[in-house]
């Protein structure tokens, strides 16, 4: 069993940034992907961002430019920071972990007002 706690969401103003952790703990022997997912009202849960163990990242379309993933693998922690953000990033942001099976965070709420 693999606990993920979340930190970093809050309200902004538009432009404005936040950083995203998320630190996994529990019986952990290898995390393969780390990555965080948003959920907007009435809309599927969608990527945002992902690391693998090597180091190599994806973005959604719509956060490549404005958004950092990074992760630190003796703490079994990844970070999201994302600058310049826009009122449509509004979501509660998921934290997932990928081993051996797969963990979800309980979610972080991140506004962002216009």
């Known amino acids: 069993q693999v606990q993920l706690v979340e930190s970093g969401g809050g309200l902004v103003q538009a432009g404005g940034s936040l950083r995203l952790s998320c630190a996994a703990s529990?019986?952990?022997?290898?995390?393969?992907?780390m990555g965080w997912y948003r959920q907007a009202p009435g809309k599927q849960r969608e990527l945002v961002a992902a690391i693998n163990s090597g180091g190599s990242t994806n973005y959604a379309d719509s956060v490549k430019g404005r958004c950092t993933i990074s992760r630190d693998n003796a703490k079994n922690t990844v970070y999201l920071q994302m600058n310049n953000l826009k009122p449509e990033d509004t979501a509660p942001y998921y934290c997932n972990v990928r081993y051996l099976g797969t963990s979800w965070g309980q979610g972080t709420q991140v506004t962002v007002s216009s």
């Open positions: 529990g019986s952990i022997f290898t995390i393969y992907t």
